[in-house]
């Protein structure tokens, strides 16, 4: 993955300024470190990640609902988490996963909060697909551009596609233990990221990886919403890999 240190130093210094935006979109191609950047930053500023952190409210489609989008309900739930006080005293930050995803209402009603932001709040949107997102929450968005991974990264793919390759090849017992252990690591969610990276490269040569790809993709999506159980998600995606 991509090393962002610069970035976060440059969100260190608007914070110490005291310009940081209230809003900011991380738009560019799908896994180029975007969910994992926000994370660095809510950390930066409310001291926690994404697991039981009280002062994020992360946003996301809905996994279990075929058309997986983000509704108005999302935003009236958005109103009264940011009527609270703050845990830590400091900041409340959101994050929007796939943005693009929510429904002309949804995107209304959070163009409103947005327009009149509380103190000590930051916003932050992540979207692959920004022309799907109106216009009018776009300009309320300071953008940050993810670039594409150099495919100087190419050999590092291949190793990564081949410790799928291997797990595919051991027992059950073997891969729901593979998967405990890659869990108590703690870097799972950057490693299921570098996974997916990996096997988009692949896929135009491999086209039978694309089902592979689909629940990596669906996995990609839990590991990085904290209020699932996300051991039970990586049990489930190794005892059906294939």
């Known amino acids: 993955m991509p090393n962002y240190n610069k970035q976060k130093i440059y969100f260190e210094n608007l914070l110490r300024q005291g310009n940081l935006s209230h809003a ?12 994992i950047f926000a ?15 009280p002062d994020l409210l ?8 075929d058309d997986q989008k983000i509704y108005i309900e999302n935003a009236r739930n958005l109103k009264s988490w940011m009527s609270l006080k703050s845990y830590s005293g400091g900041y409340k930050v959101v994050i929007i996963c796939d943005a693009d995803t929510m429904t002309t209402e949804a995107a209304n009603a959070m163009l409103k909060v947005i327009e009149e932001p509380p103190s000590k709040s930051l916003f932050i949107l ?10 009018t929450i776009i300009s309320r968005c300071e953008t940050v551009v993810f670039p594409p991974v150099p495919e100087i990264q190419t050999k590092e793919k291949l190793f990564a596609i081949e410790d799928l390759r291997k797990v595919a090849r051991k027992n059950m017992a073997e891969r729901i233990k593979y998967a405990k252990d890659i869990y108590e690591k703690e870097d799972y969610a950057a490693l299921v990221d570098t996974w997916l990276h990996s096997l988009r490269f692949q896929l135009a040569s491999k086209p039978l990886s694309a089902p592979v790809l689909k629940r990596l993709l669906h996995l990609s999506r839990i590991v990085s919403q904290p209020q ?3 051991r039970i998600a990586l049990e489930h995606f190794f005892v ?3």
């Open 126 to 135: 992540i979207s692959s697909k920004p022309r799907l997102l109106p216009s």
């Open 24 to 35: 900011y979109l991380f738009t560019g191609p799908d896994s180029t470190g975007k969910n």
């Open 58 to 65: 992360l946003i996301a489609p809905d996994t279990e609902k």
């Open 240 to 242: 059906n890999l294939s």
């Open 39 to 53: 994370e660095s930053i809510c950390t930066l500023l409310t001291g926690r990640g994404f697991e039981n952190n």
């Open 228 to 230: 699932y159980n996300h």
